[in-house]
């Protein structure tokens, strides 16, 4: 079945520093939905992409989905302590229509 | 409502016992989603309802789960026989009308600890 992986399983970074995380799916999506997962919490809607290469941004966080809609990328500039959790990708089958959500990233900021 | 709510919060019970988590979605919100989310792990895809119809449950594990949605609107899961295996964190999302690109609003989960 549909597979999304994400690299890497957790991140430490010092305030200040960029993250980066990356999503890549067993099938080709017909789009890509992020999430932000704070400790303790649910999942929360971040930014959704659907375009072959297309390119976001919010504030700090810059999504990428790329040509082939297979795999996709978000960056954080200047990491926050707010910004502390784990981000999920969640690829939508083509097939299947099915919301299937990556293996996470865990993101950790020190002061 | 104002969000997706989930009820219980927390349930714990013994093994071999008989558990229903109920989920009340957005109102208005036509599509329903449960996933089961491991400790470190992502959330893992169970089921979805597009109305009271089951359009996908291929990720139900074993025929111990079942869900149900009978007016289109609250949802029940089902799980018959727990086991230790069970136990997690069962997450409720909804959405607006086909699930084609629309975003999941996401409850507060049920955690469920088998003993």
Redesign the interface.
């Known amino acids: 079945g549909q597979q999304v992986m994400q690299i890497p399983q957790y991140q430490h970074v010092q305030e200040g520093e960029d993250f980066t995380t990356y999503c890549n799916s067993s099938t080709t999506l017909s789009n890509i939905q992020w999430y932000k997962q704070r400790p303790g919490g649910h999942p929360v809607f971040l930014i959704q992409l659907v375009k072959s290469g297309e390119v976001k941004k919010q504030k700090r966080l810059t999504f990428q989905f790329g040509e082939a809609k297979k795999n996709s990328s978000l960056h954080i500039t200047a990491t926050q302590t707010t910004d502390v959790g784990t981000y999920f990708c969640a690829g939508r089958d083509g097939a299947t229509n099915k919301l299937i959500f990556g293996t996470g990233t865990l993101l950790a900021v020190q002061p | 409502g104002a969000g997706v709510s989930q009820t219980p919060s927390n349930k714990v019970t013994e093994k071999g016992k008989y558990v229903e988590l109920r989920c009340d979605p957005i109102s208005g919100h036509t599509a329903l ?1 449960w ?1 089961r989310q491991s400790l470190g ?5 169970l089921i ?1 309802f597009q109305g009271t119809g089951a ?2 449950d ?2 139900l594990p074993n025929d111990r789960f079942f869900a149900v949605r009978p007016e289109g609107s609250v949802s029940t899961l089902k799980i018959q026989r727990t086991e230790r295996g069970d136990s997690a964190v069962y ?1 409720c999302a909804s959405s607006r009308g086909s ?3 629309n ?7 049920s955690r469920l600890t088998v003993l």
């Open positions: 989603y996933y792990q992502g959330p893992e895809f979805y359009a996908d291929s990720g997450l699930p084609v690109g975003v999941l609003t996401f409850g507060a989960g």
